[in-house]
């Protein structure tokens, strides 16, 4: 009779040590399938969250990922690399399950050795935007701020901290996306013509009408006016105080 024996996986892989593989501190990959994640990494993902898998232009930083910390041999990250998340403008990765074992390789890597650094932490965590008072933050909206007139906590931010959190609802706030300038001419004939604000110089001035149509005229030779939502949160940016930030924040993580 035969027997088959199980080897504990931790057993398997010292195994794969003796043979030579070096095991690098403070994690259990060898240190060949940390390389290959790296440079599986840098050709593939570097380019959103940094080379060091710490956050890019547009990725999060990985090292800090509630996921990352929750994955074990790419059983998580696995899973968001091959669906994607095409809401977040991340693409899906066609990747083998060696290749994913070794990408989280690389990820796990580089989070024990940022855990390992002392002091000079590059993210900003949810708790270092919540120190603000948010009855002012409110007071603030309503008053001073002048955001009411245009935002409403049962409208257009109804939910808001459920949508963005921490950095990114800050950013919102201060240097808010999507709020396209309109413009409204009126042309010497008297007929009215609108559309989203294309190009406007000291010369000319220019829209995109409904049907997706570029418009020109000589700016001198038409009345226009223009509607530029986001130019009221520019304005805000030379106006606000530390407090006044740090309030409104407050504030604006109560709408959920």
């Not at 690098?24 to 593939?44: D, M, R």
């Not at 002091?119 to 603000?132: I, P, S, W």
Request: proline share 5%; aromatic share 8%; net charge neutral.
């Amino acid at each position: 009779m035969r027997l088959s024996v199980v080897l504990p996986l931790c057993f398997l892989v010292n195994i794969c040590f003796a043979a030579g593989q070096k095991k690098p501190p403070g994690n259990s990959a060898p240190q060949g399938a940390i390389e290959n994640g790296q440079s599986l990494f840098l050709q593939n993902c570097a380019f959103c969250h940094g080379r060091d898998a710490a956050g890019g232009e547009t990725g999060p930083d990985l090292t800090s990922s509630k996921l990352v910390a929750g994955d074990v041999a790419g059983s998580k990250i696995g899973v968001v690399v091959r669906n994607g998340r095409p809401q977040k403008g991340m693409p899906p990765f066609d990747f083998s399950d060696q290749q994913i074992a070794e990408l989280s390789a690389f990820i796990h890597a580089e989070k024990t050795k940022a855990a390992s650094q002392q002091g000079g932490r590059r993210g900003v965590d949810v708790a270092d935007l919540q120190t603000g008072n948010a009855d002012a933050g409110k007071q603030y909206f309503n008053g001073a701020g002048g955001c009411s007139s245009c935002h409403s906590p049962t409208g257009d931010l109804a939910g808001i901290a459920n949508r963005y959190q921490g950095l990114k609802l800050e950013q919102r706030m201060l240097y808010p996306e999507g709020a396209a300038a309109t413009a409204t001419i009126t042309l010497p004939s008297g007929e009215i013509v609108t559309g989203r604000l294309a190009y406007r110089d000291e010369f000319t001035i220019g829209l995109q009408d409904a049907s997706g149509w570029y418009h020109s005229w000589p700016a001198a030779g038409v009345k226009y006016t223009i509607s530029a939502p986001a130019e009221a949160h520019v304005d805000l940016l030379g106006k606000y105080t530390d407090g006044d930030i740090h309030n409104l924040m407050a504030y604006l993580q109560t709408l959920r």
